[in-house]
């Protein structure tokens, strides 16, 4: 049985409403007090997407479902907009009945509304490394902003507690492998990538 016409024009708008995700700011600017233009909904899901790609290797979960999770964690703030924690004490938003009416016209569309349901219940090992996918990005994200003197980010890396070892963000993970990516992003420089890849000379 093919696609129908209505189905391929349902597609077609998502694809559009996905496209404005790169027009919306991360909220966490404000508090953050960061101007930076390239951290959207759109390039924070793209390097989740890759992030939870590895670590549902490392655990070992079912790669398709931690994919589809990640790619769809935050596809409601298209129409929502984002969110950080003080906005959340005065706003409610209805991501139930958003992702709702965003996934319900779509071809096969009822396995995809039970995978993003299984996320956001944080039950099932799949759940747990998207999230924890999520969360790595964070994590990236504020070394990179500390690692450009913003002290903000740097007490939100590391925590308020200096007697403590300083791994505020480590402690929201769940899963042993992003721990230890956890871990890692701690002892990296946001440079390093290109350390070996730099020369003066032209080839």
Do not use: C
């Not at 655990?59 to 924690?85: C, Y």
């Not at 349901?117 to 759940?127: D, F, G, L, M, P």
């Not at 003197?149 to 992003?178: H, P, V, Y």
């Amino acid at each position: 049985m093919g696609t129908s016409n209505k189905d391929l024009t349902s597609l077609v708008n998502f694809f559009f409403e996905v496209g404005t995700l790169r027009k919306i700011p991360r909220s966490h600017s404000q508090s953050l007090l960061t101007g930076d233009l390239s951290d959207n909904i759109a390039s924070h899901s793209f390097r989740v997407v890759l992030i939870a790609f590895f670590l549902a290797k490392l655990e070992k979960a079912n790669i398709e479902k931690v994919l589809t999770m990640a790619i769809f964690h935050d596809i409601p703030e298209a129409r929502s907009g984002d969110q950080n924690w003080i906005h959340k004490r005065y706003v409610k938003v209805l991501e139930d009945e958003i992702i709702l009416n965003q996934i319900s016209p779509l071809p096969s569309y009822k396995n995809l509304l039970k995978i993003i349901k299984e996320y956001n219940e944080r039950k099932t090992k799949e759940a747990l490394v998207a999230k924890d996918a999520d969360l790595l990005d964070q994590i990236l994200l504020l070394k990179e902003y500390a690692h450009m003197g913003n002290k903000e980010a740097e007490i939100w890396l590391k925590g308020k507690d200096k007697k403590a070892r300083g791994n505020a963000q480590l402690a929201l993970l769940k899963t042993n492998s992003a721990k230890k990516l956890g871990e890692a992003i701690l002892k990296t420089l946001p440079g390093d990538w290109w350390l070996n890849l730099f020369t003066s000379k032209r080839l």
